[in-house]
């Protein structure tokens, strides 16, 4: 697989190298919408929970490639007791987390759009390439903030940044000489199963932590499902997330784009 992915990253660099002396620049912002797909919403992928925002810096290297590198943020977050499904609304965990996304990615026009030097005003588009994403899920409770991660709900130590892979599509229309207006969705396969929390089963009380700053909420947040009813669900070996092995998150939004053309590029 490191071959592969080796020789894969030495042939796009061969491609774009050949028409770096062709490329035109472009700056971008955008703003919209993220939303999750994971443990605590398995089924609606177009579910936004919270705003978005980022911008980007691209290299067009012809009317239809452009390669360029990007920054976005956005906050998602789920919560049981709001849920349609009555398994969920028992089982009460909740997550809010701030994503913070780098990416590289490769952009492909299908028709000939102005930057690089073709003709068309308006293209559809379609986009992937590879990120990195940093999570911090936290949750509420009793009127306090508390990092999950710290106390291990699942007796799993879990990295708080994961590998993403960004894939998605989107329309642009260039309607005035150098601005473009653009809108998107993309979708992230992140390379972790936590950033709701949220993976396996309920941990064996034989792994909760020996120290007194953290056994304590440990138990707490670990299972909710008793808070209202006082009939706790969690016990070793039973069933806490959908045993998916990766959460995926998306970005939606539009924005505005400026393009740095000299008159020789047309």
Known sequence: MFY?????????????????????????????????????????PLKISGLSFGGFVKANFDPNWAL??????????????KSDNEQFRQRNLSFSSSL?????????????????GGYARFSPYLYTGVGAVLFNPKTKYQGDVYELALYQTEGVEYKKMALSIPFGFGIKYNFKNNWTVMSNIGYR???????????????????????????????????????????????????????????????????????????KCF
Do not use: C, H
């Open 4 to 44: 592969k992915k080796t020789l894969l990253a030495i042939i796009l660099s061969s491609f774009f190298a050949g028409k770096s002396s062709a490329q035109v620049w472009e700056v971008g912002l955008q703003a919209g919408g993220a939303g999750y797909m994971g443990d605590l919403n398995p089924t609606n």
């Open 68 to 81: 360029s590198f990007n920054y976005n943020n956005g906050k998602i977050k789920a919560d049981d007791a």
């Open 100 to 116: 913070n996304e780098v990416s590289l990615l490769v952009d492909f026009n299908f028709f000939d759009y102005f930057s690089g």
């Open 189 to 263: 396969n992140a390379y972790t199963d936590y950033l709701d929390d949220v993976s396996g089963t309920y941990i064996d009380p034989a792994k909760y932590s020996t120290d007194p700053s953290i056994r304590p909420m440990q138990v707490v947040l670990s299972d909710r499902s008793g808070e209202n009813t006082g009939n706790y669900i969690g016990g070793k070996g039973v069933q806490r997330g959908d045993f998916r092995k990766r959460d995926t998150y998306m970005f939606v939004g539009i924005g505005i784009t400026y393009t740095f053309v000299s008159q």
